[in-house]
């Protein structure tokens, strides 16, 4: 059972745009969020997180939007860079409980110069 | 640099046979948590110790077994290997207990032929 689930496997966007990625989960007791990006031959790096009791989070270039309503989240990135084309991965967690994360599948973004 | 190191980097051994992952975690951070990523699979937990003692569990097979020492590096330890064990595995680490960022390691690439 998929409890976060990123739909789209790879997306492309063009330089100077919008990059948008897309995450979805089905349990509701996750109250914590997280993106991590991935480059090849290397681990995820922590990029940002938003707690269940905000619905946006701003760090730069960076913004993460939580629908709680619709156990929807999404990262956008403006404007996209060459250096951001990575493996995009959601996770989620609970502050009680189980302390792991569990992650989605992944997105490969690519930024087209 | 996360700070999390994980050796060996790769590793290549036989079906049938057993190997040991080793983590050392930043310092400091008293949890420490495995996960395995299959080929164009998401991050899949294994299993979670802090402070030496087991915290969580996730689709770890039997024949897989973790544990974190006194000066609180970790090992995995997996045996009877199979084919599909092939994966990268990574260690991260987080300060404390539902601490929302954790830190991953490079990973280890296991290869069994």
């Known amino acids: 059972d998929q409890q976060v689930k990123q739909n789209s496997p790879s997306l492309s966007v063009q330089e100077g745009r919008i990059s948008i990625l897309n995450c979805d989960y089905t349990?509701?007791?996750?109250?914590?969020f997280l993106w991590y990006k991935k480059y090849p031959a290397e681990g995820p790096t922590f990029l940002i997180s938003i707690s269940s009791i905000k619905d946006k989070n701003e760090d730069g270039r960076f913004t993460v939007f939580l629908n709680k309503s619709a156990k929807h989240l999404s990262l956008h990135i403006v404007p996209s860079q060459p250096g951001d084309s990575a493996v995009y991965f959601c996770a989620a967690g609970t502050n009680f409980g189980n302390e792991k994360l569990t992650f989605g599948t992944g997105t490969r973004l690519t930024i087209i110069p | 640099d996360s700070g999390v190191t994980q050796t060996p980097k790769h590793l290549i051994t036989a079906t049938g046979q057993r190997v040991t992952l080793r983590c050392s975690p930043r310092?400091?951070?008293?949890?420490v948590y495995w996960y395995q990523q299959s080929l164009d699979q998401g991050l899949q937990f294994l299993i979670q110790?802090?402070?030496?003692?087991?915290?969580a569990k996730g689709n770890i097979l039997e024949r897989f077994s973790a544990q974190q020492f006194p000066d609180l590096h970790s090992e995995l330890n997996l045996s009877s290997l199979e084919l599909g064990d092939s994966a990268l595995y990574f260690c991260?680490?987080?300060?404390?207990?539902?601490?929302?960022?954790?830190?991953f390691g490079q990973g280890t690439r296991l290869t069994v032929v």
């Open positions: 349990n509701s007791m996750f109250d914590y």
């Open positions: 991260a680490s987080s300060v404390i207990r539902g601490s929302s960022e954790a830190f």
């Open positions: 310092s400091g951070d008293l949890s």
């Open positions: 110790y802090y402070n030496g003692e087991e915290r």
